[in-house]
């Protein structure tokens, strides 16, 4: 050797800011178990029943106008219990991700309806959250921090806050989404109003980032600004959604071509998707708009749609999606639940064959062992495999 431990500690010395700001921006996947849907509910609509009303109608749904079997890409070619499975679900967790929206769904009702909403529904949510069958993860979506919206939307998040708090403690999955972020400035903001919010009230509190914007992709400029965000945020990101119709009506796009699968709406979500990746912070997608309800062919047809975008989602990485409406339950699930299960044989066989040293006709890598792993942990944790089920 020419080039000893001498030369080794020099790059040491050299690399080791880099090293520590890579770790704290990078560290990893994200931990613990992510949603596979996110549920906005009207802060005026919001009520203690309002998650079960949700899963009772999702299961009246499927009476009416079920079998999913023939209505969902992908169903027919996995066993026969994705159906049993959905509704095992809907009885049991309809809702995993709950947002109680005072933005685009609740809209602007005035001052005095809005403070009276606010306490309202914290006051809903403290009961909900009392029972043991209570979503894992809940929140709520305020006004954006935009000049005209500001005051309303920090108004709402601290009499919410405060409402709820007097009743009941702020749980573990509790997190505010802040949408229309168009700067890095907004991200600052806001982790300086989460610092005065725990302050006040004795909290830890964690935000998501609503991508909705063109200016939350190119940045006047012309710098890419997701990344910046996240990494503005000090560590309090929990995730980034992506705002399906916000984001295609500001390029232009007609209304009958707004889509989850349009190629503007792909670009960005390639752009989340990248600027997350090793941060921790998952990606979520948007949502259709064109909702199961009418006669039993509109309902049929708008569960094919959506099942079908669903899938589109899981086969592109993004894990999580927004439902607007009781009857996107079944197909939100059964799309998922067919989706891991049809890939379940083939990564169990290639994770042992992997760790055994055995060959299947694949040659795998450590990164792929890791995905493997993900995608297995993923299909356990939403319900559609078993533990038992693994080799």
């Not at 169903?75 to 159906?83: F, M, R, S």
């Not at 809903?124 to 000049?147: Q, T, W, Y």
């Not at 939100?332 to 060959?359: I, N, V, W």
């Not at 062992?369 to 533990?387: I, M, S, Y």
Request: aromatic share 6%.
């Amino acid at each position: 050797m020419r080039v000893g431990a001498e030369m080794a500690d020099r790059l040491d010395a050299l690399l080791a800011e880099d090293d520590a700001q890579r770790l704290a921006r990078y560290p990893g996947a994200p931990a613990g178990r992510q949603p596979v849907h996110t549920v906005y509910l009207p802060g005026d609509r919001f009520t203690e029943g309002s998650v079960a009303e949700w899963g009772t109608a999702a299961l009246a749904a499927l009476d009416e106008h079920g079998p999913l079997r023939s209505g969902v890409p992908g169903l027919a070619e996995v066993d026969g219990c994705i159906e049993s499975l959905v509704r095992d679900k809907l009885g049991s967790e309809p809702v995993e991700d709950l947002r109680i929206d005072f933005e685009d769904g609740y809209g602007n009702l005035g001052d005095e309806r809005e403070d009276a909403d606010a306490r309202a529904a914290a006051s809903a949510l403290a009961r909900v959250l009392a029972d043991a069958a209570a979503p894992r993860f809940v929140g709520i979506r305020m006004k954006s921090l935009e000049a005209p919206t500001r005051r309303r939307g920090i108004r709402t998040l601290d009499l919410f806050l405060a409402r709820l708090l007097d009743d009941a403690p702020l749980p573990d999955g509790f997190r505010v989404t802040l949408p229309k972020v168009t700067s890095v400035a907004q991200v600052r903001a806001m982790v300086e109003l989460c610092a005065a919010l725990e302050r006040a009230y004795g909290i830890e509190l964690r935000f998501e980032l609503q991508v909705e914007t063109p200016q939350a992709i190119l940045g006047g400029d012309g710098t890419a600004l997701v990344a910046p965000m996240l990494h503005a945020a000090a560590g309090r990101c929990v995730g980034l959604h992506y705002g399906t119709y916000d984001y295609s009506a500001s390029l232009g796009i007609a209304a009958a071509y707004q889509s989850m699968e349009h190629p503007s709406g792909d670009y960005a979500k390639a752009v989340m998707q990248v600027a997350a990746a090793g941060t921790g912070v998952p990606v979520c997608d948007g949502s259709t708009n064109v909702l199961p309800v009418g006669t039993g062919d509109q309902v049929r047809a708008a569960w094919a749609l959506h099942a079908r975008l669903v899938r589109r989602s899981l086969e592109r990485g993004f894990y999580q999606g927004w439902d607007l409406h009781p009857a996107q339950l079944p197909t939100r699930f059964a799309a998922t639940f067919a989706f891991f299960r049809a890939g379940l044989p083939a990564a169990a066989a290639r994770l042992r064959a992997y760790r055994e040293q055995a060959s299947v006709g694949v040659l795998d890598e450590p990164a792929t062992e890791r995905a493997l792993t993900d995608f297995l942990d993923r299909a356990v944790a939403c319900g559609a495999v078993d533990p038992a089920e693994l080799p």
